[in-house]
């Protein structure tokens, strides 16, 4: 059964550092499959944070999070990190990981419709 259990969230201030965990069990990550972080903050639509195909090491990031987050995957541990530092109260959402099977080359293609598996997420807060 494929599961993706996300990890690592909490309260943190402004221009402190998270990293979050989606550990992957019922499918290896290095099987071609896009691995996406998406979030969603109350009363705003879900959106695309970071994503890496596991087949290479394309990645991308939202414009709102560029040289701050770092997506990485280790695959001895089957499991995705989403490294996220200078965090800002506009960071405070719920984080989710999703697993794509192989469909397009780069993870920047893939629609929400496209990520077939997603964790149950975990909750980041930055405040003061």
């Known amino acids: 059964q494929v599961q993706l259990v996300e990890s690592g969230g909490g309260l943190v201030q402004p221009g402190g550092s998270l990293r979050l965990s989606c550990a992957a069990s019922?499918?290896?990550?290095?099987?071609?499959?896009?691995i996406g972080w998406f979030r969603q903050a109350p009363g705003k639509e879900r959106e695309g944070v970071s994503c890496?195909?596991?087949?290479?090491?394309?990645?991308y990031y939202a414009d709102s999070v560029k040289g701050r987050f770092t997506i990485s995957r280790d695959n001895a541990k089957n499991t995705v990190y989403l490294q996220m530092n200078s965090l800002k109260p506009e960071d405070t959402a719920v984080y989710y990981c999703?697993?794509?099977?192989?469909?397009?080359?780069?993870?920047?293609?893939?629609?929400?419709?496209?990520?077939?598996?997603w964790g149950q997420g975990t909750q980041v807060t930055v405040s003061s």
């Open positions: 999703a697993a794509g099977p192989p469909r397009y080359r780069y993870c920047s293609n893939y629609r929400f419709s496209d990520y077939d598996y």
């Open positions: 890496i195909s596991s087949g290479d090491v394309r990645t």
């Open positions: 019922g499918f290896t990550l290095d099987d071609s499959y896009a």
